[in-house]
């Protein structure tokens, strides 16, 4: 099955996507939450790296403050070494959350504090990649996968093509040199085709689609 991939991250103007040091920061306003939070009811795995985990501890689900919905979406983790936190709240929910590991990761289970069913799926590469995990989750039956960061993985994603869709919200704000900056080093420049723009309350959420 090949799976649609929509990468969805918010930004400041000057195209940071947290503060220095990584610590986090919410660029969203009300109006891209309604909209992440519609998009995660229609998704049918959320994927993120393990930082993001770890560092953030985000709940990956829907929000009914924003957007109803009884969907839980599964929730898939680039975990080269296998070292999530096992008390993430990721766990807490009655859902898969698969961890993609490098063929090194240490072996035996996770013993994550939750209700989720943990699964492993480890690659041959080292380093699992984007194209792995597109592909592993396209065989588990996933065909709508959202990716939600961090930088490694956006980078990953992008860079090597494994995407159908990027939403980018736009924040009015500054962050400045120090903070992490929403892709890594490339030897040459993207070109990723059309942009769609919307404003989106006091922001603008920049939408790329392939052969848009």
Request: aromatic letters at 8%.
């Amino acid at each position: 099955m090949k799976s649609y991939v929509t990468i969805n991250f918010a930004s400041s103007l000057d195209g940071k996507i947290a503060l220095k040091g990584g610590k986090s920061f919410k660029f969203s306003n009300y109006e891209d939450l309604v909209r992440v939070h519609e998009l995660r009811s229609k998704s049918d795995v959320i994927l993120v790296g393990k930082n993001t985990v770890n560092l953030d501890d985000p709940k990956l689900v829907v929000n009914e403050k924003y957007f109803k919905s009884d969907h839980i979406p599964d929730v898939a983790i680039l975990d080269t070494t296998l070292a999530v936190n096992p008390k993430a709240r990721v766990f807490n929910y009655p859902r898969k959350v698969i961890l993609l590991c490098g063929k090194d990761a240490r072996k035996g289970p996770v013993l994550a504090e939750g209700e989720a069913e943990t699964v492993i799926r480890r690659s041959t590469l080292i380093r699992p990649n984007s194209s792995y995990a597109v592909k592993e989750l396209g065989s588990m039956g996933y065909s709508r996968i959202m990716v939600e960061g961090g930088k490694s993985v956006i980078s990953s994603f992008i860079s090597e093509g494994n995407w159908d869709e990027i939403s980018i919200f736009y924040s009015p704000i500054m962050v400045g040199e120090e903070g992490i900056s929403m892709f890594g080093p490339l030897s040459n420049p993207l070109t990723l085709g059309s942009a769609e723009v919307l404003k989106l309350g006091d922001g603008v959420l920049v939408r790329i689609k392939k052969g848009f």
